[in-house]
């Protein structure tokens, strides 16, 4: 019987035989990490249910009326608004032969380790973008009225928009990030509205009048990784990871934006990407960090039941996740176009 499809073999890595090689690796890409930063945290706990719950308690009505003599008002009762999201289990795991680990001259037992870490990050990083793309409350570039007929990058007019819907709604400015590290903390920041999106999106922005450069900030070592600037009181973060619909502003055609991903020399609809411009509190996330977060394993090749002589092995990682959107109000998504050839 042969060896399974998904097996990493010898044969599928050959070892280097000629020529002098650097003792470290390629270094691999690896797209930024954002929406850990901004969320409200749940950390997931032992032995606990599946289903994660934010509550968020309702602002009291304003008591405009003046008060009768000798008589006590009614009295408000204090209400809230829960939020409940279920936990999912998500995973993969990656084989190779005993041959790999004894033989090869690269280290790909821990390649492969590093590889599957890297693959949680994006995965549960997807999860929480699709989440938070689906929510309701949405603009369009430059007066567009739906996805269909969007055709411009974004304005300062958009964000003066979503800011003042914001403000409207009692949306507060984010001055605490969660921490970038193992342990579930948080670190200050300076108060501001943060919107998230694809890097594609950065020559535009960066053409918006009264842009502000990371470099022109008063202290640019205070920047997070990914920010490239402001727009009004929005802080401005990109990474690869929001990915666009491609070809989905379906009433306008040409070769002005990308189309499919690139640069097009015929009309074709250009594709839709969108930025997530959040508030403080606006959607809540169970946070890479604390217990459990990722469980990962790592199995030599030994012997065990179907493989007695201990002839696979293998990585693998799972956790529990899920993100939900805490307040619609709170949190908008700006769908625009990118300009497909870039002016000065």
Request: positive net charge.
């Given at each position: 019987m042969g060896i399974p499809a998904n097996v990493t073999t010898y044969g599928d890595i050959s070892p280097r035989t000629?020529?002098?090689?650097?003792?470290?690796?390629?270094?691999?890409?690896?797209?930024?990490?954002?929406?850990?930063?901004?969320?409200?945290?749940?950390?997931?706990?032992?032995?606990?249910?599946?289903?994660?719950?934010?509550?968020?308690?309702?602002?009291?009505?304003?008591?405009?009326?003046?008060?009768?003599?000798?008589?006590?008002?009614?009295?408000?009762?204090?209400?809230y608004t829960d939020i409940t999201a279920t936990l999912e289990q998500y995973g993969d795991a990656y084989k190779l032969t005993d041959v790999i680990v004894d033989t090869h001259e690269d280290r790909v037992l821990q390649e492969m380790t590093d590889l599957a870490g890297e693959c949680a990050a994006e995965t549960i990083e997807t999860i929480r973008i699709n989440i938070l793309k689906a929510g309701t409350n949405v603009f369009y570039a430059n007066g567009a009225t739906s996805r269909e007929t969007v055709s411009s990058p974004p304005t300062r007019g958009d964000f003066r928009l979503i800011y003042r819907y914001f403000k409207n709604n009692k949306a507060r400015e984010i001055s605490q990030i969660i921490a970038a590290s193992a342990k579930i903390s948080t670190e200050p920041v300076m108060p501001s509205y943060f919107c998230m999106g694809h890097t594609n999106l950065d020559a535009d922005i960066r053409s918006i009048p009264g842009f502000i450069p990371?470099?022109?900030?008063?202290?640019?070592?205070?920047?997070?990784?990914?920010?490239?600037?402001?727009?009004?009181?929005?802080?401005?973060?990109?990474?690869?990871?929001f990915e666009p619909w491609l070809q989905a502003a379906t009433s306008a055609s040409g070769t002005d934006y990308l189309s499919g991903g690139v640069e097009v020399s015929s009309p074709a609809p250009p594709d839709v990407y969108y930025l997530l411009c959040v508030a403080r509190d606006a959607y809540g996330i169970v946070?890479?960090?604390?217990?459990?977060?990722?469980?990962?394993?790592?199995?030599?090749?030994?012997?065990?039941?179907?493989?007695?002589?201990?002839?696979?092995?293998?990585?693998?990682?799972?956790?529990?996740?899920?993100?939900?959107?805490?307040?619609?109000?709170?949190?908008?998504?700006?769908?625009?176009?990118?300009?497909?050839?870039?002016?000065?």
């Open positions: 000629a020529g002098a090689v650097k003792a470290r690796l390629l270094e691999r890409g690896q797209h930024l990490m954002v929406v850990e930063r901004f969320g409200q945290v749940d950390p997931l706990q032992k032995n606990k249910t599946k289903s994660c719950k934010w509550r968020r308690y309702n602002s009291f009505p304003r008591a405009i009326q003046p008060l009768a003599e000798g008589i006590p008002p009614a009295g408000q009762k204090l209400t990371v470099k022109n900030y008063a202290d640019s070592t205070k920047a997070l990784p990914g920010e490239i600037g402001s727009v009004e009181q929005f802080r401005i973060i990109l990474t690869p990871m946070p890479l960090q604390g217990f459990n977060a990722v469980t990962p394993a790592v199995v030599n090749p030994k012997p065990a039941a179907g493989d007695p002589l201990g002839q696979i092995g293998w990585v693998s990682w799972k956790t529990y996740q899920t993100a939900a959107i805490l307040n619609e109000a709170w949190i908008a998504r700006l769908e625009c176009c990118v300009t497909a050839r870039p002016t000065d």
